[in-house]
C-alpha cells in the first residue's frame, strides 16, 4: 500500500510540474506554423557561438535580429508569443543549455550572434569571459529598455560584484519582476 501511494504521488507531483511545459507545447503547436522550439545561435563565454533553444514566441520568417531592432516587434509575435515573452516561458528551453554548460542561471544575458556592437562593447571591457545567464543584473534593471551602453555598464557591475549571495538576490529579483511584468516591452 505505502509503495502504491509513494508511486502515485510521484506521478501527480511530476505531471503537475510537468503540465505547464505540456500547455505550452500544445498552444505553440495550435497557434502557429513551425517548430516549438527555436534554435538561437548566441555569443558564450569567450565569444564562443553556441545554439541556445527558446520556446518559439515570434512567427516563422521573423529577420534574426534583436526585437529592438524590428520594425513593429509585435506584429512578428504568433498568437501566444507576447504572452511566451511577458511570463519568460519562452526561456524554460534554456535550462538545457545551463545542464550543458553553456549558461549559467545568473550572467549577462547570451548576445545573438550578429549583435556585434553588444559583443564589441563586452570583449572590451572583459565581459565576454563570464558564462552568460538565463538571468542577470542588467536584466533586473532594465530588461528591453536599457541602451547597449548601459547594459554594458550593468554587465561591468555584475562581474565586479558577483557572488553566490549576489546570484540569489538576482534570482530573487528576477522572479519578482517576472510576477509583475516590470520592465518587459514585448
Not at 545573438?112 to 538571468?135: I, K, S, Y
Request: aromatic share 8%; proline share 5%.
Amino acid at each position: 500500500m505505502k509503495r502504491t501511494f509513494d508511486l502515485t504521488l510521484v506521478v501527480v507531483i511530476g505531471l503537475m510540474a510537468l503540465m505547464p511545459i505540456v500547455l505550452v507545447v500544445c498552444l505553440i503547436r495550435l497557434t502557429s506554423r513551425g517548430p516549438v522550439l527555436y534554435w538561437s545561435d548566441r555569443v558564450g563565454a569567450n565569444n564562443k557561438i553556441f545554439r541556445m533553444p527558446k520556446f518559439r514566441s515570434m512567427r516563422i520568417g521573423t529577420p534574426i535580429v534583436a526585437t529592438h531592432l524590428l520594425n513593429n516587434p509585435d506584429s512578428y509575435l504568433t498568437p501566444i508569443g507576447s504572452f511566451l515573452r511577458k511570463s519568460s516561458l519562452d526561456e524554460l528551453p534554456q535550462l538545457w543549455s545551463i545542464l550543458k554548460g553553456d549558461m549559467s542561471f545568473v550572467g549577462p544575458r547570451p548576445a545573438l550572434f550578429n549583435q556585434h556592437d553588444l559583443v564589441d562593447l563586452r570583449t572590451l571591457a572583459g565581459v565576454h569571459c563570464l558564462t552568460p545567464g538565463l538571468t542577470g543584473w542588467a536584466q533586473i534593471n532594465g530588461r528591453d529598455e536599457l541602451s547597449i551602453s548601459q547594459k554594458v555598464a550593468l554587465d561591468i557591475e555584475y562581474m565586479h560584484c558577483k557572488s553566490l549571495v549576489f546570484d540569489v538576490k538576482i534570482i530573487l529579483m528576477t522572479a519578482w519582476r517576472v510576477l509583475v511584468r516590470d520592465n518587459v516591452v514585448h
